[in-house]
C-alpha cells in the first residue's frame, strides 16, 4: 500500500526547465527502483527514466537522454526528475512508480511497477 504524490508540473517555454517530484510512503522507499513514465493525449503511455534502490544505476528512454536527469533522496522518500531544455514534443501526464522489489537494475516496462502515481501535467508551449 504504497502511495506515490508527484508535484512539479506545469506550463513553460520551449528550452525551459521544470523539476518533478514524486513524494512515497512507507519506510521501505530505499529499496524500491523508481520510474517516470508519461502519456501524450492519444498515445500510449512511454518509458521515460528510472533509477534502482541504491541510486547507482540509472535508465533513460532516448528521446530524453542528455536533457533529463532522475535521481533520489531516500531521506526524503522522493524522486526527482529534472528536465532540461524542454521541447513541445514533451507535452504530457507525467506518472512516478515504484517497484518494491530489491533490483539493481530498474525496469524500463510499466509492468515492471507495483504502484503508480496519479501523474502531474507537463506542458510546453512553442
Known amino acids: 500500500q504504497v502511495q506515490l504524490v508527484e508535484s512539479g508540473g506545469g506550463l513553460v517555454q520551449a528550452g525551459g526547465s521544470l523539476r518533478l517530484s514524486c513524494a512515497a510512503s512507507?519506510?521501505?522507499?530505499?529499496?524500491?527502483?523508481m520510474g517516470w513514465f508519461r502519456q501524450a493525449p492519444g498515445k500510449e503511455r512511454q518509458f521515460v527514466a528510472a533509477?534502482?534502490?541504491?541510486?547507482?544505476?540509472?535508465s533513460y528512454a532516448d528521446s530524453v537522454k542528455g536533457r533529463f536527469t532522475i535521481s533520489r533522496d531516500n531521506a526524503k522518500n522522493t524522486v526527482y526528475l529534472q528536465m532540461n531544455s524542454l521541447k513541445p514534443e514533451d507535452t504530457a501526464v507525467y506518472y512516478c512508480?515504484?517497484?518494491?522489489?530489491?533490483?539493481?537494475?530498474?525496469?524500463?516496462?510499466?509492468?515492471?511497477?507495483?504502484?503508480w502515481g496519479q501523474g502531474t501535467q507537463v506542458t510546453v508551449s512553442s
Open positions: 533509477i534502482n534502490w541504491t541510486g547507482g544505476t540509472t
Open positions: 512508480a515504484a517497484d518494491p522489489r530489491r533490483a539493481v537494475v530498474p525496469g524500463r516496462q510499466d509492468k515492471s511497477y507495483d504502484y
Open positions: 512507507g519506510r521501505t522507499f530505499s529499496s524500491y527502483s
